[in-house]
C-alpha cells in the first residue's frame, strides 16, 4: 500500500462547479497536511495547510482533515478557468510525503 | 518568480555529458530539497540538506551529486545520465528540515537525456 494515494484524474468541470480532490494516506504520524497547486511548467505552491484534524478555509478553498478516516479534501467553490491545474497533497511527520497529484481542468 | 531560483530551465544533455543545476534561496530557511517528478508519479525526494549538512540520500545513483555550498545555494551535479533520468527536477526550500510548514518549490529544471 501506497504511504499517500490520490486519484490522478484527469478532472474536468464546468465553470462554477464544486470541486473536491481527496486523497487518503496509512501513516497515522502525520500531523500537517498541505495542498499544492502546480501549474504547467512552473513548481508547485503551497495552497492549503492543515494542522491535525478539521476544517480551514480560504476564500474559494476549502481543506478538510479526517484523522480517524485517514482522508483529506480540498474543495474549490465556484470553479474558475484560472483554476485548471495540478493538485498534489502532502503530509508530514519528520519528512514530506506527496501525492502523486490530480490534473484538474475547469472549462468556461 | 518564488523565492527559490532555480537554473536552467531547460536543459538538453547526452548521456556523455556533465552539467549541473543550480538553486538559489534567499528566504532564510535552513533546509533545501533535491526532487525528482516525473508524470503521474509522486515527487521523488533525492537529497535533503539542513544547515548545509545533507541529511538524506534516498538511494539515488552516483550519477547524481549534490553540493549545498551554504544555506543560500544548491547544486545537483550530473554526469552520464540514463534516458530514464529525464524528467522535471524539482529544488525547494523549508524553515528546517521537518517540513511542518510546508516548502517553497522553484519553477524546476526540465531535463532532456538523449
Known amino acids: 500500500q501506497k504511504e499517500v494515494e490520490q486519484d490522478p484524474g484527469p478532472l474536468s468541470v464546468p465553470e462554477g462547479a464544486i470541486v473536491s480532490l481527496n486523497c487518503t494516506y496509512s501513516n497515522s504520524a502525520f500531523q500537517y497536511f498541505m495542498w499544492y497547486r502546480q501549474y504547467s511548467r512552473k513548481g508547485p505552491e503551497l495552497l492549503m495547510y492543515t494542522y491535525s484534524s478539521g476544517n480551514k478555509e480560504d476564500g474559494r478553498f476549502t481543506a478538510q482533515v479526517d484523522k480517524s478516516s485517514k482522508y483529506i479534501s480540498l474543495f474549490i467553490r465556484d470553479s474558475q478557468p484560472s483554476d485548471s491545474a495540478t493538485y498534489l497533497c502532502?503530509?508530514?511527520?519528520?519528512?514530506?510525503?506527496f501525492g502523486a497529484g490530480t490534473r484538474l481542468t475547469v472549462k468556461p | 518568480e518564488t523565492g527559490v531560483t532555480q537554473t536552467p530551465r531547460h536543459l538538453v544533455m547526452g548521456m556523455t555529458n556533465k552539467k549541473s543545476l543550480k538553486c538559489e534561496q534567499h528566504l532564510g530557511h535552513n533546509a533545501m530539497y533535491w526532487y525528482k517528478q516525473s508524470a503521474k508519479k509522486p515527487l521523488e525526494l533525492m537529497f535533503v540538506?539542513?544547515?548545509?549538512?545533507?541529511?538524506e540520500n534516498n538511494s539515488v545513483p552516483s550519477r547524481f551529486s549534490p553540493e549545498c555550498p551554504n544555506s543560500s545555494h544548491l547544486f545537483l551535479h550530473l554526469h552520464t545520465l540514463q534516458p530514464e533520468d529525464s524528467a522535471l527536477y524539482l529544488c525547494?526550500?523549508?524553515?528546517?528540515?521537518?517540513?511542518?510548514?510546508?516548502?517553497?518549490f522553484g519553477s524546476g529544471t526540465r531535463l532532456t537525456v538523449v
Open positions: 502532502a503530509m508530514s511527520a519528520g519528512g514530506m510525503r
Open positions: 540538506y539542513s544547515l548545509e549538512e545533507r541529511v
Open positions: 525547494a526550500s523549508s524553515q528546517d528540515s521537518q517540513g511542518g510548514y510546508g516548502y517553497t
